[in-house]
């Protein structure tokens, strides 16, 4: 005999269902059956943008940094809508979006209205570290979109170049990091280059620096003027991800403050001698990291949206 479902059953089910949905967990093989080829077209796509220029690589990892750390970094200001890209540690300074928006336009190409651009920019950032020979790490994967940004939320909760450890621990640990993975993910500098501004007091006022190295900014880096002159955060090896920038730190050449402080006879400095000599423990504390960054409070089911074009919601 076939059993009664009574229209409260039904309602049950739907509520049951959409609960589910809305609250589903992202998973490693989430584009597997709707979009088979991700993968590869964002790899391809990121390794022709670093063979080209070298600093996308970094420039994509901290996009997906910011990113994680605040709400929406792609979407960009309108008459009637303010983002994120406005915010002090983030004008003049981010680069990448062009990239973004390419492998979105090839992504939708072969698989419309199916991937966010949430998860193509965790990829992206991975695919740009690995291309610079770091470490790759899994992702799992089926964010979806924000809907919205908060230019006050990057202002505040993004760490700045001029915090001293006390502040820095506890800006990551407000995102639930511990100060091991401060270190490790703050190694991300091995690549990437910084604007004169975010390290003109260092470079002037700072007791810890390396002399020579101070005489070597000021060239580029004037008291007055030059803002937007570049230096790279890495001195020895700027477009290679490796231990360097722990190296670095042990001879006094931190490019930013922030840097620094992870070793100034601190609590971190063990883990820096540690990394500075052991690259392999290095790239996992980095990569475990990592995937920990990609998964703060991700929308996923029901939740915000699959933007057609990443810059604007739909």
């Known amino acids: 005999m076939m059993a009664t479902i009574t229209p409260n059953a039904v309602r049950l089910m739907l509520i049951l269902l959409v609960i589910g949905v809305g609250n589903a967990q992202l998973s490693a093989n989430f584009y597997s059956s709707t979009c088979p080829n991700l993968l590869t077209i964002i790899r391809n796509a990121v ?18 940094f910011h990113d994680c750390f605040v709400n929406a970094i792609l979407l960009s200001d309108t008459a009637n809508f303010t983002g994120e890209q406005t915010a002090a540690p983030n004008a003049n300074s981010l680069r990448g979006f062009g990239v973004i928006d390419t492998i979105k ?19 992206a950032a991975r695919d740009g570290t690995v291309a610079l020979n770091g470490p790759s790490w899994a992702l799992a994967l089926g964010r979806r ?30 995102k639930g990091f511990t100060a091991n993975e401060l270190v490790a993910l703050s190694g991300s500098h091995t690549i990437g280059q910084a604007r004169c501004v975010t390290f003109r007091n260092r470079t002037y006022n700072d007791p810890n ?22 230096s790279p955060l890495d001195v020895v090896s700027p477009i290679v991800f490796n231990n360097d920038y722990y190296r670095n730190l042990l001879t006094l050449r931190g490019l930013l403050h922030s840097d620094q402080e992870l070793f100034n006879n601190g609590s971190t400095d063990p ?18 990291a990592m995937i920990k960054m990609s998964n703060l409070s991700p929308l996923t089911g029901t939740n915000g949206q699959i933007r057609r074009i990443c810059s604007r919601t739909n």
């Open 271 to 288: 883990q820096v001698r540690a990394y500075s000599t052991n690259s392999a423990t290095f790239f996992n504390d980095f990569a475990n």
């Open 47 to 64: 390794n022709t943008a670093v063979t080209a220029d070298p600093r996308m690589g970094a420039s994509l990892l901290r996009l997906h």
């Open 145 to 174: 979109d924000s809907t919205t940004a908060s230019l006050t939320a990057a202002n505040n909760q993004i760490p700045g170049p001029q915090l001293n450890l006390p502040a820095l621990i506890t800006s990551f640990a407000n």
């Open 209 to 230: 620096i390396n002399a020579t190295y101070a005489t070597t900014l000021r060239a580029s880096c004037p008291r007055t003027g030059g803002n937007n002159n570049l």
């Open 105 to 123: 336009t090839q992504v939708e190409r072969a698989c419309p209205n199916i991937v966010s651009c949430a998860d193509i920019l965790a990829v």
